[in-house]
């Protein structure tokens, strides 16, 4: 599977696991506590000037790992248009770029081993509820790394679909890529099964 750390080394990289997780929740709760849209445009600015710091792959990497945004920010855009509430809407797509960008940008700059460490440190008292920490900390491991891996699917489903035909995609193919989805999680679980499943 493929893995959403950047390998361009930067600054970032360099600073603990928890900082940066601590960073990033201070930033979201501050992105909702704010609606003045000039605020959140120059956050949105401070965010992009981060990413530019890193260095121009890094900025580019973490510009096309942000582009599946697209399609909620259009559908956000639509629906407060045909409302009435543009402002409204646009303090939304504000919020969404500040608060996934950064979460992005802990992702970009943290190995999973250390992110997966931090999840089961934090994760400790679930096990007073019979809660693993370390099933929870696989789980958001599984999770971060099929993200990719989804990407691949549905760009390669897409390509297959231009291939064969000249008509646009239709939602039909949530189908195959389900089906896909499936297929992988089936294979990972019978990996874990072989390996021992979460037993230490």
């Given at each position: 599977?493929?893995?959403?750390?950047?390998?361009?080394?930067?600054?970032?990289?360099?600073?603990?696991?928890?900082m940066?997780?601590?960073?990033?929740?201070?930033?979201?709760?501050?992105?909702?506590?704010?609606?003045?849209?000039?605020?959140?445009s120059?956050?949105?600015?401070?965010?992009?000037?981060?990413?530019?710091?890193?260095?121009?792959?890094?900025?580019?990497?973490?510009i096309?790992?942000?582009?599946?945004?697209?399609?909620?920010?259009?559908?956000?855009?639509?629906?407060?248009?045909?409302?009435?509430?543009?402002?409204?809407?646009?303090?939304?797509?504000?919020?969404?770029?500040?608060?996934?960008?950064?979460?992005?940008?802990?992702?970009?700059?943290?190995?999973?081993?250390?992110m997966?460490?931090?999840?089961?440190?934090?994760?400790?008292?679930l096990?007073?509820?019979?809660?693993?920490?370390?099933?929870?900390?696989l789980?958001?491991?599984?999770?971060?790394?099929?993200?990719?891996?989804?990407?691949?699917?549905?760009?390669?489903?897409?390509?297959?679909?231009?291939?064969?035909?000249?008509?646009?995609?239709r939602p039909?193919?949530?189908?195959?890529?389900?089906?896909?989805?499936?297929?992988?999680?089936?294979?990972?679980?019978?990996?874990?099964?072989?390996?021992?499943?979460?037993?230490?």
């Amino acid at each position: 599977m493929l893995t959403l750390t950047s390998p361009v080394e930067t600054p970032l990289h360099r600073l603990p696991a928890g900082m940066k997780l601590a960073a990033s929740l201070a930033v979201a709760m501050v992105v909702f506590n704010v609606d003045d849209p000039k605020w959140l445009s120059a956050m949105v600015l401070a965010t992009a000037c981060i990413y530019a710091f890193l260095g121009l792959a890094f900025f580019r990497a973490g510009i096309s790992a942000l582009t599946f945004m697209l399609p909620f920010i259009v559908v956000v855009g639509i629906w407060h248009a045909v409302t009435g509430d543009i402002a409204g809407g646009g303090i939304i797509v504000l919020r969404l770029l500040i608060s996934v960008s950064v979460a992005n940008l802990v992702t970009m700059t943290t190995a999973l081993l250390a992110m997966i460490a931090l999840i089961e440190r934090v994760a400790r008292p679930l096990r007073l509820i019979g809660v693993p920490p370390r099933a929870v900390g696989l789980a958001v491991a599984l999770a971060v790394r099929f993200v990719p891996v989804f990407r691949l699917r549905v760009e390669t489903l897409l390509s297959a679909w231009r291939a064969r035909s000249h008509r646009r995609p239709r939602p039909i193919i949530v189908v195959p890529v389900l089906l896909c989805l499936f297929d992988d999680a089936e294979r990972v679980a019978d990996a874990l099964r072989a390996r021992g499943g979460l037993q230490p």
